[in-house]
């Protein structure tokens, strides 16, 4: 798959109805400043980006994301859909960290990011573009 090929499926997840209400605002949404924020920028982004993404990626980052979200925000699963498309359009399309700055205390040097945080063992960290601090 191509990295224009997932941008225009995860855009195709958000109906009109709810495009309208990212640009609104997050009334009647259950979604984060954040993950917001990145939702929009998917909605703009007009970028031609023919590189290739591993479907076998892709699919192993939404089941991990989906089984952490069933077990962390099960009372909440109608905002899984944008935690999962911010992760799959940070990672794959724009190549940045999937959590904000503020929360994980990633830097940039010598244009790589790194995180304090990072769990090797974790499919998540293994697929975010941050290497883990040394």
Not at 13 to 39: H, M, Y
Not at 116 to 121: I, K, L, R, T
């Amino acid at each position: 798959m191509t990295a224009n090929e997932l941008k225009n499926t995860l855009k195709e997840r958000i109906s009109p109805q709810e495009a309208e209400a990212l640009r609104r605002g997050t009334e009647g949404l259950c979604i984060g400043k954040f993950n917001r924020d990145v939702c929009l920028r998917l909605l703009g982004d007009c970028r031609d980006d023919s590189s290739e993404v591993p479907a076998e990626k892709i699919l192993a980052l939404e089941k991990e994301l989906t089984d952490y979200l069933n077990t962390y925000m099960q009372d909440r699963p109608e905002g899984h859909k944008w935690i999962i498309m911010a992760c799959e359009y940070l990672t794959y399309i724009e190549r940045l960290p999937m959590h904000p700055q503020h929360a994980a205390k990633w830097t940039k040097k010598d244009g790589n990011y790194y995180c304090p945080n990072m769990e090797p063992e974790s499919l998540t960290c293994s697929c975010c573009v941050c290497r883990p601090v040394l």
